[in-house]
C-alpha cells in the first residue's frame, strides 16, 4: 500500500517562496537593458533612425560626409570618425552602434581620397577634420547636434588627424585614438634606415588616393617636424579627455610625453590586429564606455 505524503502548510510556503524568488531572479536577468551591440533600437518619439547625406565645402572642395543619427528628438551628442591611411576600413561599424546608442555619428574621406575633389595630403586631412567639425558645431540646430558633446575618433593616420584637430577644436572635450600612427617617426626611422622610395612607391600604389607623388607627399613631414611631432601636442590638448588603444607599447612615449600635461589619459594595450578585427566587439564597448563617461 502506497502512503501518501501530504505537505505541511510549512513545506508549501517555503516552496512557494523559492519559486516567488526564482520567478524574480529571472525577471531580473530578462531585464538586463538595452545593448547597442546586439540589439536593435528601441524607437523614441516616433522618430526613426537614419543616414543624411550632405556637402561640406572644404577649401573650394565640396566633400560627401554622412550623418548616421540617432532615433529621439536629441539634440544628441556627436562623434566624428577619421579613418586611417588610405582608409581601407572606414570604421563605419562605430557609425551604425553608437548611432543605436543615441549618438550622432559623421563620416567623411579627406580630400583627394577615394574620389573627392582636391589633392590628398597629411595636412588637408587636418584642415578637412577642423571644417567639419566647425560645420556641425555652426549648424548644430539643423544637425540635431549637442555642442557640449563633440568628440572625435580616429583609427591609424586618423589618430595623428584627431589629435591634431583638436589642438585646434577647444569645445571637442573627448577624443579616442586606436592604433595611431606617428607620421613623423616614422618617416625619420625610413630616412635614416635609408627606405624612404619604398614609402613613396607605397602612396604611388594606392589608387584611392590623388597626389603628385610620394615624394612631395611626405616632404612636407621632413620640412615641418613642428607641425608633424605628435608627443609636443599634449600641451595644446590640456583639459581634454583622451584615451589611447594600441596593438603595441611602440607609442608608449607619446603617452609619457602628454602625461606632463594631461594626467588622466587613458592608455590600453591588447593583443590584437591594427584594425582591432579579432577584438572589435570589446572595443566598441570600451569607446562606449569612454565617451559616455
Known sequence: MKRKFIASPFICSIILSISFLSFLQLSSSAQTGYDPLSQDPIIKDSIYPGIKAIKVNSANSNLNVLEYYPT?????PTLILLHGYPGMSGNVDIATTLSRAGWNVVFFRYRGSWGMPGEFSFQNCVEDAVTIVNYFKT????MNV???QIALFGHSMGGWVALKAATRLPFVKKVFVLSTWDIYKSVINAKTKGTLDNNYKEAEGYTELKIAS?????????NDSTAFILSNAGSKLVNK???FLDEHNNNKYIIDSFKQHIPNIKYDVWKSDHSFTYTRVA???????????
Open 139 to 142: 549648424n548644430a540646430k539643423a
Open 146 to 148: 549637442d555642442t557640449s
Open 72 to 76: 529621439g528628438k536629441g539634440p544628441h
Open 283 to 293: 572595443m566598441l564597448r570600451k569607446l562606449l564606455s569612454f565617451l559616455n563617461e
Open 241 to 243: 579627455k583622451l584615451f
Open 214 to 222: 610620394g615624394k612631395l607627399l611626405y616632404e612636407p613631414v621632413l
